[in-house]
């Protein structure tokens, strides 16, 4: 690195990229130190730092507070006031609810706005059935849910079940290590039931197509990528996809770990195109195997979360693994070209599977749940911490590789990691032991200090300010203007939308229901934006104006974009 020969100099000149003087004498000085080589700070498991000791305490409240506090003083700063009782009220209620606070939330602090006082609201909050639909809203974007299969076809499938379990596991505080179980694997636990079978529509929310002269294998492995992709993003926070046709180029994931994870997934019994003639006049209503009936009988027993009316049963898309097929490692991922046989495993490099593991999704989902797997907590612990204050620790929340950013308080993310896991996996107890800290808290007015040295609160010296994302806007303006109907689950309905937009979008051929758009009248048009038909070639434009995913792929960030048409969409809708 400090050769004036071309032909030695690292960076090589041709790269374009040259270190400075201080980036030399920063690896001239690790070499003299041994040059100790590390795991990637999210391959090595979390552990509980000690408390750091800061010069002042009077405002730290719980320990998120010593780990912030102390970076503060570092930078010789300091944090902000304590925001007013009326704003910590709608912020909470934001949060936990999507939607704006009662009067008697709001009376009830401003009466008495001790600590304990704010703990009741914050919990009474958390036991509001909104909580399991505000939480479930951003679960849909990582599961890549929507009421259509996708493609050029893109006619309707009946996946709202699935939503429905989701929004009541959240409101009955299921475990996050649970929750991941079902879904991975609900289907292969013993004695399984229809709610754990429900719980794995998760994998089938994928794009499916329905289009005539398609290759069978070419898209049944497809869906198999596609469930393997989502796996890594979702739940690992990491970019799987990269090494589906050669090995990760920065993450030490091969090739043959994405296949020995694909194994997981490669059992179903479904096919690349499921039509034939028959059905083909009825594709519209039509749900791939392998699925389960739920009646309307079901729905007011066992499930009775399943908001379905009286009438004809439900088919919902699910998981089963009643096909056993041999692996292999597909050459450059073409699904017509395999070369070594595998068998189901994960990477080592981020946490070796167990022998003491059976090598199915079981298995799996005991490998995610491991208190040993370095990324589960983190990831999750991560996106809540994003939820709360407009990104997370991690700013990069789907990429928690080499090539995503470092977190900004790494002892604080892995003290919150292993506090949750030590706590039952609660999501709860996550949100209000953050929403309890004096970080929390603080007013969001960035003062001039703060502007010129942390213009982006990476050190969290005051609260953040962020938009609402386009479901919680039009919820607000529902709720402030007594419109909303707070009916919980139930099949998705169809508000107002300018008309025309699905003919545009149409596929000539495709007569089904999703050909012209039927708004719903009455209550139906107020109804939380939760449940808004999710067409994927044209998602709700009201909300794809503020950035919502089409639902193709699995998004656990959202982008955040301004343009001329919000405020259009706001004035004129």
Known sequence: IYTEDKNEMMPPPDSRRALNAYEKKLIEKWIKQGARFERHWAFIPPKKEELPVTATSGWIQNEIDAFVLKKLEDNHLHPSEKAAVSTLVRRISLDLTGLPPGRKELQKLGKDPTEET????????????????????AWLDVARYADSHGYQDDSYRTMWPWRDWVIHAFNSNMGYDR???????GDLLPEAGKE???????????????????????????????????????????TLECAKCHDHKYDAISQKNYYELYSFFNNVDEKGLQMDAVQAAERSFFADPPYITITASEAKGLLSFVQLEEGPPVKVMVMNDSMPRETH???????????????????????????????????????????????????????IWGMLFGKGLVSTSEDFGVQGSLPTHPALLDWLSVDFMENGWDLKYLLKKIMMSATYQQRSELTPELKLADPENNLLGRAPRFRMNGEMIRDYVLATS??????????????YQPPGLWEETNAGGNRGILTTYVPDTGDKLYRRSLYTFWKRTLPPPNMTIFDAPTRDFSEVRRQKTNTPLQALALQND
């Open 118 to 137: 704010l703990s009741g609201v914050i919990d009474e909050f958390l036991s509001s059935p909104a909580y399991g639909e505000r939480m479930t809203q």
């Open 196 to 238: 754990q079978i429900l719980a794995t529509g998760f994998n089938r929310n994928h794009p499916i197509t329905q289009e005539g002269g398609v290759i069978q294998e070419e898209y049944q492995s497809a869906y198999v990528v596609d469930r393997t992709n989502t796996f890594g993003k979702a739940i690992l926070g990491i």
């Open 482 to 495: 007594g419109l909303l109907n707070r009916e919980i689950g139930g099949a998705s309905v169809k508000p």
């Open 329 to 383: 490692v597909l050459n450059r991922g073409n699904y017509d070209d395999p070369g070594e046989k595998v068998q189901p495993g994960t990477p080592e490099r981020i946490f070796p599977f167990p022998d003491s593991l059976p090598k199915n999704r079981v298995g799996l989902a005991k490998w995610v749940t491991d208190r040993n797997n370095p990324l589960t907590s983190r990831v999750i612990v991560n996106r």
């Open 179 to 185: 929750f991941l179980t079902w879904q991975l694997a």
